[in-house]
């Protein structure tokens, strides 16, 4: 083991744990717990916000597919920079000025109905549960390729770690680890692609040139298709990555953390770029890992080619560079990991515990204690279906937990701001309809059934596309409209108006 490894490790972790220790300091209150008292500016919510957004998925799972497919690798990086459109001009300043501190807020301030906040809470929590899992396996290959430790223990020890942060620091602690993350991860980024270029002479046409006969698949290594996925497949892939991120918790839960709906407005401006320029710079890292390490060298160190990005690193700065580009790994998992416990904990805390077991009664003490628990029992489980997915593509795992949140959060998002007819009972369904429908075609997946073993159980899959979002998402949306339509409860009209007054004015903000 390389004592240069341990020292940087050891660097990133302390000062994180100093991050945690005088932001413990300032969490006393429900608020400061979970939006940090909302003092965050635009530019430090933006840099957060990027630094949740680029997990494990985006540095070391698209990475690792861009090596090995080309093309079809850099479907993801498409998808989740084109997400952020949809995020800004529908999302981000009506949540702001709707919510107050998780999802379930937003939809309670038009539908006044414990089931609906208790419907909310529980697709947050599988979705969280969904995205930690790939963090995880992202984070337990790293640590057992640097340090050599069995998986398992390196899946736990991230847990561990990751459940201090939320323990003691709340969203102030998260946010800074995030902000930290997200200016190590650009810089490792730009010294990585710049030290690829320089390889190619600075000559980006040559690069693709060259690239079309570097690895085994030739010219096809830059068309799509080169994964066998079908089209309709592909589709569905960019339906779950563009249309997912508006209806993921530990994103939405970010714009809670400022002022007003103006400031949450420029941090998805900042988060947007930083967000684009990374994006385009996988395919740097991904195209410097097939030309320079290798796809045997990839797939020897992790199956799902997850390694990429530290292997790429030290073929071209030798072992000293591999530590640093792994530490901002481990640093990245870290820090997202701490978001997603966080937004988990929120809605049990916030929604479960406080607004429908104690009807909105808990003292601010007794839901700093309950979300201090609820971190707890998600990190633990979190850490246990891990160890069952070790070997798949943690870029691939996000896409299933974005699919989730496309499908379960984003049709009543959109009915709760837009539609005057929406009432409970199509909140209900939509919610229940989307989580259901994606839950149980991924269950009868090609990612679950596999003649050749290759997936978690033998045998031939029922649903034969790897993302159900095509047929998820619509039917999310459909359930929204039949539940509604359905019912003979007719929501009060007035306080439709209400919602749309402030969702667009942010009218309750300036009344506060």
Known sequence: ?????????????????????????????????????????????????????????SFLGIAGAIALFGFDGFFYSIGYLVAYLVVMFIVAEPLRNLGKYTLADMIHARFDARKVRGVAAFSTLTIVIFYMIAQLVGAGALIQLLFGIQYPWAVALVGVMMTIYVLFGGMTATSWVQIIKAVLLMFATLLISVMVLFKFNFNIVGMFNEMSTATEHGASYLNPGLQGRAPLDSISLMLALVLGTAGLPHILMRFFTVRDAKTARSSV????????????????????????????????????????????????????????????????????????????????????????????????????????????????????????????????????????????????????????????????????????????????????????????????????????????????????????????????????????????????????
């Not at 988990?344 to 979300?371: C, L, M, P, W, Y």
Request: hydrophobic share 55%; with cysteine; glycine share 8%.
């Open 1 to 57: 083991m390389n004592i240069m490894v341990i020292l940087l490790f050891l660097l990133i972790v302390g000062s994180t744990l100093v991050i945690t220790y005088y932001a413990a300091k300032r969490t006393k209150t429900a608020s400061e717990f979970y939006t940090a008292g909302g003092g965050l500016t635009g530019w430090q919510n933006g840099l957060a916000i990027a630094g949740d957004y680029l997990s494990a998925a």
């Open 269 to 512: 401006v900042t988060a947007t770029w930083i967000v684009g320029i990374f994006y385009v710079l996988t395919i740097f890292l991904g195209f410097g890992a097939a030309a320079f390490v290798g796809s045997e060298a990839i797939t020897a160190a992790n199956s799902a080619g997850n390694m990429a990005a530290p292997l790429l690193a030290e073929a071209l700065g030798g072992e000293l560079f591999m530590s640093f580009v792994a530490a901002v790994a481990f640093a990245t998992i870290l820090a997202v990991v701490a978001g997603l416990v966080l937004s988990g904990a929120s809605a049990f805390a916030h929604d479960i515990f406080n607004q429908i077991i104690r009807k909105g009664k808990a003292t601010e003490k007794e839901q700093v204690i309950a979300a201090r628990s609820a971190s707890v029992t998600v990190s633990a489980l979190s850490i246990l279906l891990a160890l069952f997915a070790q070997n798949m593509n943690v870029a691939f795992l996000v896409a299933l937990a974005f699919c989730v949140a496309a499908s379960a959060n984003l049709p009543v998002i959109v009915y709760t701001i837009y539609w005057k007819r929406f009432n409970t009972a199509g909140a209900i369904s939509a919610m229940l309809s989307g989580l259901i429908s994606a839950i149980v075609l991924v269950s009868l997946s090609p990612n679950v059934f596999s003649p050749e073993g290759a997936a978690i159980l033998v045998g031939n899959p029922i649903f034969p596309l790897t993302n159900p979002a095509i047929i998820s998402v619509p039917i999310g949306f459909l359930g929204g409209v039949v539940g509604t339509l359905l019912s003979s409860k007719q929501e009060d009209t007035v306080k439709y108006a209400e919602v749309k007054v402030k969702a667009n004015t942010g009218y309750r903000d300036s009344a506060s």
